[in-house]
């Protein structure tokens, strides 16, 4: 292969001859030059672009990861702390289910009551049909800690309400026993709010009611169920005039609400003596007598000793 140069004039010139392995080489060095270049600018732009990112990445996840040490540590924190508050509260059921157990076992011994017919060791016998809302769609959950809690706080209710029973079984027999508190407390009237569980005129509210409530006309006498020596003549926050008499043995009758007090402290009277007149006062809503009958200092139901009148 010839080349000719001419000069920039155009008037010299000069010829340049080419053979084929100069033109082989040439050839060769135009296409190796220009890969070598780009290789090396590609693995150069690699190298570094990729120390980079492996530092910036590398510092974030060790960051990550402290933080989520951190909570973790905190996590494990609180949840020690719940355990041993569950621990704490698992121990003192479990404490107050025995004496529970021992003292209902006690009652029994003492009302004289077949265990076989008063088991405390035996959940209470309850049932009735099914809702008809009942979702049978969920899923089974496996037992945990709080529904051991649960179970235990559902024993002690069973527990609590043997107990119940058990008193309501103790207090009929001693009411039977003793023949010193019998009758109503006015010669006219009617029952207007039984013993136990209502909701509170005054506030809606559902409440226990310890005592019976008559309903009478105002002015009406209030006679005393029962002999026994007056030890409360007065006004008392609730009760309105309240007369307080001690039948003996353990054994307390109150009247409340009275309009007047006849009795006086220190009086001993006999079953059937006017003791007061009905009213309101207190925190009542109309004329009656509450009437409460305690033994022991613990008010009780007083229908048992009510109804011996009509016996």
């Known amino acids: 292969m010839r080349l000719i140069i001419i000069n920039a004039k155009g008037y010299d010139t000069h010829t340049l001859e080419l053979n084929k392995t100069w033109l082989a080489g040439l050839a060769a060095l135009l296409v190796t030059v220009p890969i070598m270049l780009?290789?090396?600018?590609?693995?150069?732009?690699?190298?570094?672009?990729?120390?980079?990112?492996?530092s910036s990445v590398a510092a974030k996840w060790e960051q990550q990861l402290t933080e989520q040490k951190e909570q973790l540590e905190l996590v494990n924190t609180k949840a020690e702390v719940?355990?041993?508050?569950?621990?704490?509260?698992?121990?003192?059921?479990?404490a107050q289910l025995l004496r529970v157990d021992a003292l209902g076992e006690r009652l029994v011994d003492i009302a004289g009551i077949d265990s076989d017919e008063f088991d405390f060791n035996l959940v209470p016998a309850v049932g009735g049909p099914e809702p008809n809302d009942v979702d049978l769609s969920v899923a089974y959950q496996p037992p945990s800690f709080s529904s051991a809690l649960d179970e235990l706080d559902q024993t002690l209710a069973n527990r609590e309400h043997q107990l119940r029973i058990l008193e309501s079984l103790l207090d009929n027999r001693r009411s039977v026993a003793d023949t010193s508190v019998a009758g109503r407390p006015i010669t006219k009237g009617w029952l207007s709010?039984?013993?136990?569980?209502?909701?509170?005129p005054f506030t809606g509210r559902l409440t226990m009611h310890r005592g019976v409530d008559f309903a009478a006309k105002e002015g009406s006498d209030v006679i005393a169920t029962?002999?026994?020596?007056?030890?409360?003549?007065?006004?008392?926050?609730?009760y309105g005039n309240l007369v307080e008499i001690n039948h003996g043995n353990g054994l307390v009758t109150r009247y409340a609400h009275l309009k007047e007090i006849v009795a006086q402290k220190g009086d001993i009277v006999k079953a059937n003596d006017v003791i007061g007149i009905v009213g309101s006062t207190g925190r009542s809503t109309g004329p009656h007598v509450h009437y409460e009958v305690l033994r022991n200092g613990h008010q009780v139901n007083p229908a048992a000793y009510i109804a011996k009148a009509r016996q």
């Open 38 to 54: 780009g290789v090396s600018a590609y693995l150069l732009a690699t190298l570094f672009s990729d120390t980079v990112v492996d």
């Open 82 to 94: 719940h355990l041993n508050a569950l621990t704490a509260r698992l121990g003192a059921l479990q």
């Open 193 to 200: 709010s039984r013993f136990g569980q209502r909701t509170d």
């Open 226 to 238: 029962g002999a026994g020596l007056v030890t409360f003549a007065g006004n008392r926050w609730g």
